[in-house]
């Protein structure tokens, strides 16, 4: 099966500074690899997806990279705020939304 | 849009007794719901996925006589943990996919507490 590995486990930040995640991934096959953010007592909330036939996507202050051939995936926040802080999970899958194998979380703590 | 609810929201509970948790998309139907378990501070762990109307997929160490589930309609699908016992204390957290796009989304999730 799959198996994702998310480092640093905690993270923090000054406010305004650049904020990065990464997860690995063992199966080759997986071709969906998702973030989600988790704020405290609260639901993870899908914050940005990549599929595998792009190596870049970028929404506003957040972007993602996938390396297939390292099998490995980032998180980027930039200028970050104190209202990103949460949890950040990330997860795999070869069939789209089904099947999510998660990373062990990032906690990620701004201070302002 | 795509919106998905779970209740209860909090349940305590006797050893030995067993707990129905519910999850309901409100606004999409939902071919696939997902059984996450969530211990504290760590990651969502997949228990089990669900196919309308179809026997749940479990993972491998999930007791499928210990967690019952049942996807029996495209927007309900029930997790009951039976014969509860202190270590199945946790946060539940169900999710649903429509099939035709990737994303999951995610109910808010059951605190279950045994004593």
């Known amino acids: 099966g799959e198996n994702v590995e998310q480092h640093p486990s905690t993270l923090s930040v000054q406010e305004g500074d650049s904020a990065v995640i990464k997860c690995t991934y063992s199966?080759?096959?997986?071709?969906?690899f998702p973030w989600y953010k988790q704020e405290l007592g609260k639901r993870p909330q899908l914050i940005i997806d990549?599929?595998?036939?792009?190596g870049e996507k970028k929404d506003q202050r957040i972007a993602v990279t996938l390396n297939k051939t390292a099998k490995h995936f980032s998180l980027h926040i930039t200028e970050t705020q104190p209202e990103d802080s949460a949890v950040y999970f990330c997860?795999?899958?070869?069939?789209?939304?089904?099947?999510?194998?998660f990373g062990t979380g990032t906690r990620l703590t701004v201070i302002p | 849009g795509a919106v998905v609810s779970q209740h209860p929201s909090r349940v305590i509970c006797k050893s030995g007794t067993s707990v129905k948790i519910e999850c309901r998309s409100l606004?999409?139907?939902?071919?696939?719901m997902f059984w996450y378990r969530q211990f504290p501070k760590k990651s969502l762990m997949l228990m089990a996925t669900?196919?309308?109307?179809?026997?749940?997929?479990?993972e491998q160490g999930v007791e499928k006589d210990k967690f019952l589930i049942n996807h029996a309609s495209l927007t309900l699908s029930t997790l009951t943990v039976t014969s509860a016992h202190p270590e199945d204390s946790s946060f539940y957290i169900c999710?649903?996919?429509?099939?035709?796009?990737?994303?999951?989304?995610f109910g808010p999730g059951t605190r279950l507490t045994v004593t």
């Open positions: 997860a795999a899958s070869r069939t789209g939304a089904n099947n999510l194998f």
């Open positions: 999710s649903a996919s429509s099939g035709s796009k990737y994303e999951q989304y």
């Open positions: 606004d999409f139907q939902a071919t696939t």
């Open positions: 199966d080759s096959a997986s071709n969906y």
């Open positions: 669900s196919n309308e109307g179809s026997k749940a997929t479990y």
């Open positions: 990549i599929r595998s036939n792009v």
